[in-house]
């Protein structure tokens, strides 16, 4: 039977450490589907939209993996999509509180989907999108921590953003 997993995000946008957590993902899991989540409480940089399509690119010459978003409960897409597990990135212990408990009460709402967990490459252990985001707000470059296409789309918007204001 395939081994489907599904990482799921807000992906604000996708980052290097996210493409290093897919492509190791993918030599675990037969097919992997990358989740853009509606997150209302999170400020969002990009709109789920262009937050798929930049991701398409990304990974346009990966094979078995593909990219999707959902408003729901997590664990019913994961079954929805006949995926047995969920797949996320650990940082800094920082990330761990929250990891843990999403895992858990993932776990609590289906006990036939696991939460697998991979490290972090180094380089990218201090990569985050909220980060990203706020050197870019500043003008600061982020080359080489992010995908060359979301490294122009970020330089968009922020010139749009900055023009509407
Ligand atoms: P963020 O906005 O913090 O970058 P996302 O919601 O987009 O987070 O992250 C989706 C998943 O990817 C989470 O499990 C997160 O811990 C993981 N992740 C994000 N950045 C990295 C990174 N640099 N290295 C490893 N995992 C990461």
């Known amino acids: 039977m395939k081994k489907i997993a599904v990482y799921p995000g807000s992906f604000d946008p996708i980052t290097n450490g ?8 993918l030599r675990m899991f037969d097919e992997l589907i990358v989740l853009v989540a509606y997150n209302p409480n999170k400020n969002s940089l ?7 399509e930049m991701i398409g690119e990304v990974i346009r010459d990966c094979k078995n993996v593909r990219v999707d978003s959902f408003k729901g409960l997590l664990v019913d897409y994961v079954k929805g999509a006949g995926a047995s597990v969920i797949l996320r990135g650990l940082r800094a212990l920082s990330d761990f509180e929250y990891e843990f408990q999403l ?18 490459g180094y380089k990218w ?9 706020e050197a870019a707000s ?28």
Request: aromatic letters at 10%.
């Open 18 to 25: 996210h493409v290093d957590i897919i492509k190791r993902g």
């Open 46 to 52: 990009f709109s789920v939209d262009e937050r798929i």
């Open 103 to 120: 895992a858990l009460i993932n776990r609590r709402l289906n006990r036939d989907i696991e939460t697998v967990f991979l490290m972090t």
């Open 125 to 133: 252990f201090y990569t985050s999108s909220t980060i990203i985001n």
């Open 138 to 165: 500043l003008g600061g470059s982020v080359k080489g921590l992010v995908p060359e296409i979301v490294f122009y789309k970020m330089q968009e918007k922020y010139r749009s953003n900055k023009e509407k204001s």
